[in-house]
């Protein structure tokens, strides 16, 4: 495929991401329907670059450990793998687990043999959330409104931080859990899976990640002039991506939501009143990122050696 082609291919998936994006936010953000100030719609696009951000910061998760595999990746191609891993992630059901090898697939020309640190970002990832979760529910098992389920909320939150702290060990540890493997499979894993501590940039990294959506929702809530605390929206935040990561639907369609609604439930938000923030939070931080990975999948391929033999 020539480079005009490929450009026009591009343009062409551009437009019509940028099309679906502005119809979205017709439908969503109506004004009169929602009833959402012009500050309010402020807001909202606020928390559009927030989740933007976030994925970038995940994106350099991603390149720090391709960088420590001995590999060169540059800053704007980490960047479209996290967009294509999250994509894949929300398009696909149980797609958390194919987001390594679509990333790693993203960039394969600049850093081929990049899945251990692919593999590192996601675990990371999901051991940040689970801990966000964790400590959000203690902390309200303290301090909150339900003592009836004190007991309940920090019985769990303990067996969490140990799920977290063993993820954590595992990614940390890949050159260690490599060597345990057929030598064959070692042989074509080669330097992608080594041990990397979660050094301070990694914390950085990551947490800034994970802070950067949890605000895009404390945004959304208010928004819709939703008051809740700090440690009530990170906490609300974290249960609704556990429940997007249960296999059967694509990006946990219908669990995210679910889990998001009973979250804020537990913290006094009525059902009626939730709904319409949710369905905006999915908007900003599902359908955007879906969108941008799908445009960012479709250049990758395009600069592949499959599409020059098309």
């Known amino acids: 495929m020539s480079s005009i082609a490929k450009r026009r291919w591009g343009v062409a998936v551009g437009t019509i991401a940028l099309v679906g994006y502005a119809v979205a936010f017709a439908f969503f953000l109506d ?11 402020g807001l909202l696009l606020i928390a559009t670059v927030l989740q933007l ?15 420590a ?4 990746l540059k800053r704007g191609t980490a960047f479209r793998a996290a967009l294509v891993g999250s994509s894949i992630a929300r398009l696909l059901p149980a797609g958390g687990a194919v987001t390594p090898v679509a990333m790693a697939w993203a960039v394969r020309k600049e850093a081929p043999g990049s899945s251990g640190a692919a593999v590192r970002a996601t675990g990371l990832n999901y051991a940040g959330l689970v801990l966000i979760t964790a400590g959000g529910l203690f902390i309200h098992s303290i301090f909150g409104t339900h003592p009836e389920s004190a007991r309940t909320l920090r019985i769990f939150s303990g067996i969490a931080v ?19 493997l057929p030598r064959r499979i070692r042989e074509r894993l080669g330097n992608s899976m080594i041990d990397l ?14 802070a950067a959506e949890a605000v895009v929702l404390l945004l959304v809530l208010v928004a819709f002039d939703i008051d809740l605390g700090l440690v009530e929206a990170v906490t609300a935040f974290g249960v609704s991506q556990i429940a997007a990561g249960i296999p059967g639907t694509p990006g946990g369609i219908g669990f995210a939501e679910a889990g998001l609604v009973g979250a ?12 319409a923030p949710v369905l905006i939070f999915r908007v900003v931080s599902y359908w955007l990122p879906a969108g941008a990975g799908l445009v960012a999948g479709t250049s990758a391929f395009l600069s592949a050696p499959e599409a020059e033999a098309a």
């Open 53 to 67: 951000a976030a994925l970038w910061l995940f994106g350099e998760l991603f390149r720090q450990g391709v960088l």
């Open 264 to 275: 804020l439930g537990f913290f006094g938000v009525g059902a009626t009143m939730a709904v």
């Open 162 to 180: 140990v799920v977290a702290i063993v993820i954590v060990v595992v990614v940390s540890r890949l050159g260690a859990v490599k060597d345990k």
């Open 197 to 210: 501590p979660l050094d301070l940039w990694a914390n950085l990294y990551l947490w800034g990640r994970l």
């Open 31 to 41: 004004i009169g329907a929602l009833d959402l100030s012009w500050g309010d719609v």
């Open 69 to 72: 595999a001995g590999n060169q």
